[in-house]
């Protein structure tokens, strides 16, 4: 099989969130271990670290992979969505798995997808934890791909499980309240198995500590045991990765205690100060244009990620800034929309996915809240009229969606 067949086959054969939304969610974990049995178990042939959280989830597994490659270890990382290239979300030491490997996994199991009709993200997931195998890494670090409880990743047995924050998000599948979202998330706190909780949140710690008295096991806030403690520079800049630095190191020191991986200080500076050349990670406050104006994107996409965005660009000196914005409709857009800044001019566009919402409209509703600009049809129009319009003192961010950030990377 070739490759692009085979990702036709992925995109069409089998329903994908990232795209669809809602319609291609699958409840339950039934897919997930009959594929696993039929596959031989292969998670269970290497040592893994669990990653879940609403936000800074994907930067907090890029950490830890970094380091255990600059420790020597052979590293698979299993993250999404990608912005790219579907490959970006499997990865062994920094390196995409090959075309060949995934045409070849998509042809043998080409059967089970007719038979059981898995979503996308089950066999994707079954092809990660079967390609690791095959490439005998010492190590996986496993990003959870939507809540926890009922995830597919949730099947592994981690060294460490690490749940970054809660906050809003997916409402329509998770539960509308932060004590309902934690309590998906929650799901990934097995027995005997230490559980590292990157923010300590009032409302929500009470699940935590339940679950994992249940769970005959001990939490760790990362955000109070590194409290005051310093930080290793890091590769990953903007002010809100301090959150998820901490959340690692406390991660890190638990691993060592563990006794199973060791990791030394040289390994944690260096993985982290060349975390990005070492996993490949994209839109994370990625500076696209250092100048002339300076251009900026990051894929936060929910209040939390909004947030933290709208906190670094507080920091940032402009002399005027132009956002290029577009977000998918199941999102609490009206949320993210109160929180932006409103001395910006804004590059209202759409991606090209079912999901996006309608520029016009994310216009209209902006301007509810005193956010002005103009509305484009497509993200490389929106994108060019910022640049366009900008003087060189100027700060362009781009931002909204993972899918408009994907577009212009």
């Known amino acids: 099989m070739e490759y692009q067949k085979a990702i036709e086959v992925l995109y069409n054969q089998a329903p994908m969130f990232q795209h669809l939304g809602k319609r291609a969610y699958k409840s339950g974990l039934e897919n997930t271990y009959i594929l696993d049995e039929r596959l031989g178990h292969p998670h269970k042939n290497y040592?893994?670290?669990?990653v879940a959280g609403t936000n800074g989830k994907g930067s907090t597994s890029?950490?830890?992979?970094?380091?255990?490659?600059?420790?020597?270890?052979?590293?698979g990382l299993y993250t999404s969505p990608h912005l790219r290239d579907f490959r970006e979300r499997i990865r062994v030491n920094g390196v995409m798995i090959s075309e060949t490997d995934v045409a070849d996994f998509i042809e043998e199991v080409l059967p089970?997808?007719?038979?059981?009709?898995?979503?996308?993200?089950?066999?994707?997931?079954?092809?990660?934890?079967?390609?690791?195998?095959k490439q005998n890494v010492d190590v996986a670090?496993?990003?959870?791909?939507?809540?926890?409880?009922?995830?597919?990743?949730?099947?592994?047995?981690?060294?460490?499980?690490?749940?970054?924050?809660?906050?809003l998000d997916h409402t329509d599948l998770l539960g509308p309240t932060l004590v309902d979202i934690a309590k998906e998330k929650a799901g990934i706190i097995k027995a005997n198995i230490p559980v590292v909780i990157g923010e300590y949140q009032p409302e929500v710690a009470p699940v935590f500590e339940q679950k994992a008295r249940e769970a005959g096991t001990t939490i760790v806030y990362a955000s109070k045991e590194w409290m005051g403690k310093p930080l290793p520079d890091c590769q990953m800049k903007g002010c809100y990765q301090d959150k998820n630095?901490?959340?690692?190191?406390?991660?890190?020191?638990?691993?060592?205690?563990?006794?199973?991986?060791?990791?030394?200080?040289?390994?944690v500076a260096y993985g982290f100060s060349n975390v990005v050349s070492l996993t490949g990670i994209m839109g994370r406050w990625q500076i696209l244009q250092e100048k002339n104006p300076k251009i900026v994107c990051d894929t936060g996409h929910n209040i939390g990620g909004i947030s933290y965005?709208?906190?670094?660009?507080?920091?940032?000196?402009?002399e005027k800034l132009r956002i290029v914005i577009g977000m998918v409709s199941d999102k609490d857009i009206r949320a993210v929309l109160s929180v932006l800044p409103k001395n910006a001019v804004y590059y209202f566009t759409k991606a090209s996915i079912p999901r996006a919402l309608n520029?016009?409209?994310?216009q209209t509703l902006a301007g509810g809240y005193g956010l002005m600009g103009n509305a484009y049809s497509t993200v490389k129009e929106a994108f060019n009229s910022a640049k366009e319009d900008a003087d060189s003192g100027d700060l362009i961010y781009v931002g909204g969606s993972n899918f408009i950030v994907a577009e212009v990377v």
Request: proline share 2%; with cysteine.
């Open 141 to 167: 670090v496993i990003e959870v791909g939507l809540g926890g409880r009922i995830d597919c990743t949730n099947i592994i047995s981690p060294l460490l499980s690490i749940i970054t924050n809660i906050s």
């Open 359 to 362: 520029e016009v409209e994310l």
């Open 112 to 133: 089970w997808i007719e038979e059981l009709h898995p979503s996308f993200f089950e066999i994707t997931t079954a092809l990660a934890f079967k390609y690791f195998e």
């Open 62 to 75: 890029h950490l830890l992979a970094a380091v255990l490659q600059a420790q020597g270890y052979k590293v």
């Open 309 to 318: 965005v709208v906190s670094q660009l507080s920091h940032e000196k402009y």
């Open 47 to 50: 040592h893994t670290i669990h």
């Open 245 to 267: 630095r901490a959340t690692a190191m406390v991660a890190i020191s638990i691993l060592r205690k563990g006794g199973v991986l060791n990791i030394s200080d040289d390994a």
